[in-house]
């Protein structure tokens, strides 16, 4: 670009030039060769100018909730510039592969797309991100809530961290919490601290907005901090440039999802589908033993994938060991989880029950070819076998 300008320049100067000078002293043509690099270097330097793409905003999100103007988000804005502006950055950059979706699932529940941009401040756009109190996933849901909306959340999935699910149910709740306060400050507040919590601020505060509650310190910390921190993330993404910061362009994730048949791991469906494994792995943190449990279930492929992972057979699977297993009148658990070589509690969960019930089926992390010798004393483990004893 510096070479074109400076020819440009050239060319004008020399036409500048061209007219000041006495006829007496004509200048001599240009040669075939220079009035065709003058040409090239003009035509690139246009061409340029014409394709160079602008850089990326996002008004449509910032127009979409209104953005107050208060201290608190001028106070989070000059944060996020300066000394989280690394982990601001890496957030929008993650962001472009979840956005398109995020989108389509906003419009779909006629939800505000400034809400695609609640995950910066939520979980910077980490699939397995858990919060100290227990929340997890893009959208950070507490397992009760996730629960409540549809999620599954026990020993072996956590569709918190599934981003397609959990993203349709965070727009439920955040469609429900509108509902209820009819006010974004207020639903946001509430989808930090709980509703009750921010109904109760209200009441007892004698106050009727977010920002009340703010000044008056009648909700968490925390809270007070989270709705403003959303407003400057607002801001950064309508206009980036000026911020310091960039969007990347949202992309389309090239997955499918395909409903298998359990228990099935992960790893023989990269050895039949020929994936890589750590791939499948990181498109299914939802699966927290690198598992599908018993069962129909969905998980995410590669596209190109998706039909050989629907043929696959849970028969031929040597990775994973489960079976099924009739509660004998004699048994306890703690004298089956010995037998068997695994924790009274992993029974309990991977079957979510509290205590064994006569005549009860359950899940044991074992063959069912191999439950006699075990029970009898004499199994040995097979090299490389899942036991589900422990995590992914």
Not at 220 to 238: C, D, H, M, N, Q
Not at 253 to 267: C, T
């Amino acid at each position: 670009m510096k070479r074109a300008r400076y020819l440009t320049l050239a060319l004008a100067l020399c036409a500048t030039a061209c007219a000041t000078v006495p006829a007496s002293r004509p200048v001599p043509p240009a040669s075939s060769a220079e009035l065709l690099e003058l040409r090239t270097a003009l035509e690139n330097a246009t061409l340029r100018t014409v394709v160079a793409e602008p850089p990326q905003v996002d008004i449509d999100a910032a127009a979409s909730i209104p953005i107050p103007e208060h201290r608190s988000i001028r106070s989070a804005l000059a944060y996020f510039t300066t000394e989280l502006k690394p982990d601001i950055q890496q957030s929008l950059t993650r962001s472009a592969q979840y956005k398109k979706f995020i989108d389509r699932v906003l419009a779909e529940s006629k939800l505000p797309k400034a809400l695609a941009y609640l995950p910066v401040i939520e979980s910077a756009y980490l699939q397995t991100l858990t919060s100290s109190a227990g929340a997890r996933g893009i959208w950070q849901f507490m397992p009760e809530t996730a629960r409540e909306y549809g999620l599954r959340v026990d020993w072996w999935i956590d569709q918190r961290a599934d981003p397609d699910l959990s993203t349709r149910a965070a727009a439920a709740y955040l469609k429900d919490l509108y509902s209820d306060f009819h006010d974004w400050p207020l639903a946001l507040a509430a989808y930090n601290a709980g509703a009750r919590r921010i109904h109760r601020a209200l009441e007892e505060s004698h106050s009727s907005t977010f920002w009340d509650l703010l000044e008056l310190a009648a909700i968490p910390k925390e809270t007070r901090g989270y709705v403003p921190t959303f407003f400057a993330s607002l801001i950064i993404a309508s206009d980036p440039a000026t911020y310091g910061f960039r969007l990347s362009d949202a992309v389309d994730a090239d997955v499918k999802r395909v409903e298998v048949e359990g228990p099935l791991s992960l790893r023989f469906i990269a050895d039949a589908a020929n994936l890589n494994a750590a791939v499948l792995r990181d498109l299914n943190p939802m699966l927290r033993r690198g598992v599908v449990p018993p069962g129909r279930a969905v998980i995410r492929v590669p596209a190109r994938s998706a039909e050989r992972v629907a043929a696959i057979s849970k028969n031929d699977d040597p990775y994973v060991a489960v079976c099924t297993y009739t509660v004998r009148e004699r048994d306890t658990l703690k004298r089956l989880a010995k037998a068997i070589g695994t924790k009274p509690d992993t029974i309990l969960a991977m079957n979510g029950i509290h205590k064994l019930r006569h005549s009860e089926s359950i899940y044991l992390p074992v063959r069912a070819t191999e439950l006699g010798n075990l029970l009898s004393g004499r199994r040995k483990a097979r090299p490389g076998e899942h036991t589900l004893t422990g995590g992914m």
